[in-house]
């Protein structure tokens, strides 16, 4: 996993509040099992008509906002089903900061096992990112994860909260396989001594 630790991009603005993980990528993108390739249909049906062409008005669409690497979201973002393929579809796209007043809880923490920082703030900040994110390209936002503090485009500072463990995790790039990893040596220890102690299994 990628580690962060300071993101600075153009932050999109999607107030929408409710936005579930179908919304996020449809349930017809679910065959795949790598974590590549999702970000193409990101807010499929959002973002495109039936015959492939772009919905000019939808933010991600907007040239301002084709590069956006921070989302200011509407409340109860990432409900719905639980699927893992939502996070994916957004690291994809580039997305590594969703910023909202609410998560889901397992959208919230399958964001932390891939990479992405979700980041819950009381209204009348999300409020004042939003706007911010409003401004187009001027829209520009640094996330900084060491020191919690996220910049808005006129220097303004807005602290914010995360779990401990779930930084140091992202500050390190350590998914669920990397943690385990870390443990290496001692796995291994423990085989050898089981094959010699029960030679027979």
């Given amino acids: 996993m990628e580690k962060f630790t300071k993101i600075t991009g153009v932050a999109a603005p999607m107030p929408l509040v409710n936005v579930d993980t179908d919304m996020i990528i449809p349930k017809q993108f679910l065959k795949t099992i790598k974590r ?4 193409v249909n990101l807010f499929d049906e959002m ?19 084709r590069n956006a690497r921070i ?11 639980s699927r893992e393929h939502a996070p994916w579809a957004l690291l994809d796209f580039g997305i590594r900061v969703v910023i909202s007043t609410s998560f889901a809880d397992i959208f919230y ?8 920082l979700p980041i819950v703030l009381p209204q009348e900040d999300v409020d004042k990112l939003m706007d911010d994110a409003r401004r187009g390209a001027n829209a520009v936002v640094s ?20 779990d401990a463990f779930k930084k140091h995790c992202l ?3 350590l998914d669920d396989i990397g ?19 029960a030679p027979w299994v």
Avoid: M, W
Wanted: glycine share 16%; charged share 20%; net charge negative.
């Fill in 143 to 162: 996330v900084d994860l060491e020191n919690q503090v996220i910049t808005g485009p006129d220097g303004g500072e807005i602290g914010f909260v995360v």
């Fill in 171 to 173: 500050i390190n790039g």
């Fill in 71 to 81: 989302l200011v979201a509407g409340e109860n973002f990432g409900c719905g089903s």
């Fill in 179 to 197: 943690l385990t990893l870390q443990k290496v040596d001692a796995i291994r220890g423990f085989e050898d001594r089981y094959k010699t102690a």
């Fill in 47 to 65: 973002r495109f008509n039936q015959d492939g062409s772009e919905i000019p008005d939808f933010v991600l669409n907007q040239p301002a906002y």
């Fill in 36 to 39: 590549s390739g999702l970000g």
């Fill in 109 to 116: 923490n399958n964001c932390f096992k891939n990479g992405i």
